[in-house]
């Protein structure tokens, strides 16, 4: 068992070394990942690369809460020229956002020509549904229908348009007629209406709300809306920058009128004076325009702002997703270095188990090959009483017998040769004695 243990421990220190340095090899100085940057990533300090972003946003925001809406323009416009119920109402609409602004639309007042523009609408419906053909007759002097569309939008002839509104039957006939487009109740209507050329803007907006809506079907009445005079009054006075298509009205102190705005964001406008001047009507066109010029810019600001907040919010997306596979990919590299790690291990310390085992094995293979060896040695000098028998006693004696005998003859022929050398040497000495 000794021998069996120093041979193990010699195996084991012999192995060690080699173990050691082949791990060595194996295992880095310094294990590190690169560092994942993004494109959109910036090395600048937090919230320095928004800063100027956030203070441009705030600022808008501050400007959108700071903007008068029109409600307040208007109360400023009609405080400044003196405006009342009696002698202006508005309506406004815009037909992107769906913002309205209303102001004594239901009151009725004189319409003028603008009365033109839903009877030459109805006559456009019946056309549309084949009720009635664009060259039907109109008036006794031969006037087709389409003939007269453009007298009355365009040159606002009064004549062709009283022969259109009679042809529907009598006044009050008509009078219903107009208000297949219109959205005002029964008791929401001032039973004037009835009683003369009484319209209300709202009326009016109601009717510019349908055509523009079915403007693909009523271009004719749109093309000639953009054509009617004056092409340099009313709305188009002051505003010049987009192509409006309206109709005007001008009676006895009414200057009104009524239309639709080509803006980037097209409105509706219906405008209603009496006896306050056609300058009214243009600067009303032109407070509005002005202000849906505005409120287009700061949408488009807004819009912006929405873009670049989705882009960050999608950059930090990004940022977030990058840095969440850098960190699954770390994780991963550091569990493949683990179970590599793991794996060596585990095979070195199979290896110095079947190293060990195998010097074990030699060594017993070693004391079994030398087991018989000393048993064989050790035997010739063990008695075993197996095998003993008498007669070796006489041997044993006679060899005795002989070994004394033997011994003693060496010794008295030893002494024989003792006394002869004595003798010698004293005759010798004689000899050299001097005579006498």
Excluded at 365 to 370: F, K, V
């Amino acid at each position: 068992m000794v021998r069996k243990f120093i041979c193990a421990l010699l195996a084991v220190l012999l192995a060690l070394p080699l173990a050691s340095f082949i791990a060595a090899e194996d295992i880095p100085e310094v294990v590190e990942l690169p560092t994942v940057v993004t494109p959109m990533q910036k090395p600048t300090e937090d919230g320095e690369e928004n800063a100027p972003e956030e203070e441009a946003a705030s600022e808008d925001e501050t400007k959108a809460a700071e903007e008068p809406r029109l409600a307040e323009l208007f109360d400023e416009f009609r405080a400044a020229r003196n405006l009342t119920e009696d002698n202006f109402a508005i309506s406004y609409y815009d037909t992107v956002t769906g913002e309205s602004y209303d102001w004594n639309e239901t009151h009725m007042m004189i319409a003028g020509s603008t009365f033109k523009l839903p009877l030459n609408l109805y006559y456009y419906e019946l056309e549309n549904a084949g009720e009635i053909a664009p060259d039907a007759l109109i008036t006794q002097g031969g006037a087709t229908l389409d003939w007269c569309h453009y007298l009355s939008i365009v040159e606002s002839n009064n004549e062709i348009s009283h022969a259109l509104l009679y042809r529907i039957g009598n006044f009050h006939d008509y009078k219903n007629a107009m208000r297949t487009y219109f959205t005002m109740t029964d008791e929401e209507i001032d039973p004037k209406y009835y009683q003369d050329n009484y319209y209300c803007t709202r009326m009016m907006m109601d009717t510019l709300k349908y055509i523009y809506a079915h403007q693909e079907e009523l271009t004719e009445l749109v093309d000639y809306m953009k054509q009617s005079h004056p092409q340099n009054g009313y709305f188009r006075a002051k505003v010049t920058e987009m192509e409006v298509a309206h109709k005007y009205g001008s009676f006895e102190g009414a200057e009104n009128d009524v239309g639709i705005f080509y803006a980037e964001r097209p409105f509706l406008l219906a405008v209603y004076t009496q006896n306050v001047g056609e300058l009214v009507v243009q600067d009303a066109a032109r407070l509005a325009a002005d202000y849906n010029a505005r409120q287009t810019e700061l949408a488009k600001k807004k819009a912006l702002q929405e873009q670049l907040d989705a882009f960050e919010a999608e950059k930090e997306a990004r940022m977030q997703e990058a840095e969440a596979r850098a960190e699954e990919a770390m994780q991963a590299l550091t569990a493949q270095y683990e179970a590599e790690q793991a794996a060596k291990k585990a095979a070195q310390e199979a290896a110095l188990l079947e190293a060990e085992k195998a010097s074990m094995a030699q060594a017993d293979t070693q004391e079994a090959e030398t087991a018989p060896e000393q048993t064989k040695a050790s035997s010739v000098f063990q008695f075993n009483p197996d095998n003993f028998e008498w007669w070796m006693l006489a041997v044993a004696a006679a060899v005795l017998v002989l070994g004394s005998g033997g011994v003693l003859l060496i010794l008295h022929t030893g002494k024989m040769k003792e006394l002869t050398r004595d003798a010698a040497q004293e005759d010798d000495a004689e000899d050299e004695l001097p005579e006498k």
